[in-house]
């Protein structure tokens, strides 16, 4: 699905990219996400989402942790 846009704040019309863009550049919370692009500063719908984004990118992942070779 290349070049196929998947919003995740209807209110502000905020793609996933733009979510990941604000997180790459350092924001941490839902409302640090909003300040950065609006997105979650509308009805709240989206904060659910908001948050699975934040989690990936600054929880460590369990894959990560695994040997490298069996």
Do not use: N, Q, W
């Not at 941490?28 to 997105?39: F, I, M, S």
């Not at 699975?52 to 040997?67: E, G, Y």
Request: with cysteine; hydrophobic share 40%.
């Amino acid at each position: 699905m290349k070049g196929c846009l998947m919003y995740v704040c209807i209110c502000a019309a905020v793609t996933d990219t733009e979510i990941r863009s604000c997180i790459a550049r350092g924001a941490r919370t839902v409302e640090e996400v909003g300040d950065a692009c609006e997105a979650g500063t509308g009805c709240g719908s989206c904060h659910d989402h908001i948050d699975v984004f934040l989690a990936a990118a600054h929880s460590p992942s369990v894959i990560a942790s695994l040997p490298a070779t069996a």
